[in-house]
């Protein structure tokens, strides 16, 4: 577990409360109060419904991964981390309209 919080607290998707109305089952880096996702491979944000940003590559597997990611934009981008507008969230797919769902509400652990 990283114990760092520029980003957000730790969280676990499989032990959220969310998870009893709606699954979470992977993390985003969102740009805090815009509708952007980082996408890894090409460690740049792009709008939420764009489908021709690959959008798979902003989902991430576990928080560090996530993390980690945040953590190399700052670096290249020469953000400071604890001041950055950068928060992990926990996320979905939706196949049905090919695009991924932040999910927000309350995120303590049941």
Request: aromatic share 16%; net charge neutral; with cysteine.
């Amino acid at each position: 577990m990283n114990n760092n919080n520029e980003f957000g607290d730790y969280f676990d998707i499989h032990n959220l409360y969310i998870n009893k109305f709606r699954q979470a089952r992977f993390y985003a880096v969102q740009w805090l109060n815009e509708d952007l996702i980082l996408n890894s491979q090409v460690n740049q944000f792009f709008p939420l419904r764009n489908k021709q940003s690959n959008l798979q590559n902003s989902l991430f597997i576990n928080f560090n991964q996530a993390y980690n990611a945040a953590k190399k934009y700052c670096l290249e981008n020469s953000i400071i981390a604890k001041q950055s507008n950068l928060i992990i969230v926990p996320a979905s797919y939706d196949f049905i309209f090919e695009r991924i769902i932040l999910l927000y509400g309350i995120i303590k652990e049941i």
